[in-house]
């Protein structure tokens, strides 16, 4: 089967770095996504890795290690409205597959 | 464009009525899912269609149906609402590339 583990809660304050993790188990996926999701809201893409390494977009970033069956998100200069939940998702040959999300609340 | 629309925003039915939850894209994107998601929870994926003509079941299947009669429409139908299927519903819709789905903006989903 396939499954992904993620904390289900991380606190931090404005301006500073985050690092939600995300380990996963699976027997063949195309890439790993990320999903932001506030209260009452639609998930939003937010990045995808299809390839090891660091992907940049603005002030997130996304890495993927294969090998290591893990990846995360790294969100910088941490504004308020960035508290939201955050869901790693595998793309596999024909659905996309959610973790079950990290709550992420940011305090001033 | 306005990208994937649902309706009804909100919902409330009691146990054992049916009812058919709407969902369309415009992008003319082949990929379409449904998802449902509960408090606290992750996405949870009920069925999806590669295609016009082609539908396929997710995690959670029963209880739901699906068809994909053209590209832009891909409907949900509750066939016996039960207490369990309280849940908020998200359609997406995903171009060729598979890495980027588009949400709509969910239907809230009551049934007592």
């Known amino acids: 089967g396939q499954s992904l583990e993620q904390p289900s809660e991380v606190t931090a304050v404005e301006g500073a770095i985050v690092q939600i993790n995300c380990t996963y188990q699976?027997?063949?996926?195309?890439?790993l996504s990320w999903y932001q999701q506030h209260d009452g809201g639609a998930p939003t893409f937010l990045s995808y890795?299809?390839?090891?390494g660091l992907e940049e977009t603005g002030r997130f970033s996304s890495f993927l290690s294969r090998s290591d069956s893990y990846g995360y998100l790294l969100l910088q200069e941490l504004q308020m409205k960035d508290s939201a939940s955050y869901f790693c998702?595998?793309?596999?040959?024909?659905?996309?597959?959610f973790g079950t999300g990290t709550r992420l609340q940011v305090f001033p | 464009n306005a990208g994937v629309t649902q309706t009804p925003k909100f919902q409330v039915l009691k146990t054992g009525q049916s009812m058919t939850l709407q969902c369309a894209q415009d992008?003319?994107?082949?990929?379409m899912s449904w998802y449902r998601q509960d408090p606290g929870m992750g996405l949870r994926l009920i069925h999806y269609?590669?295609?016009?003509?082609?539908?396929d079941q997710g995690e959670v299947p029963n209880g739901y149906n699906v068809s994909r009669s053209t590209t832009e429409d891909f409907p949900l139908r509750l066939l016996s609402a039960a207490p369990s299927q309280t849940s908020v519903y998200f359609c997406?819709?995903?171009?060729?590339?598979?890495?980027?789905?588009?949400f709509g903006p969910g239907t809230r989903l009551t049934v007592l």
């Open positions: 998702v595998l793309t596999t040959a024909d659905k996309l597959i």
């Open positions: 269609s590669v295609g016009a003509g082609i539908t």
């Open positions: 699976t027997s063949g996926f195309y890439g």
């Open positions: 992008m003319n994107h082949e990929y």
């Open positions: 890795n299809a390839l090891d």
């Open positions: 997406a819709s995903t171009g060729a590339a598979y890495n980027e789905q588009f």
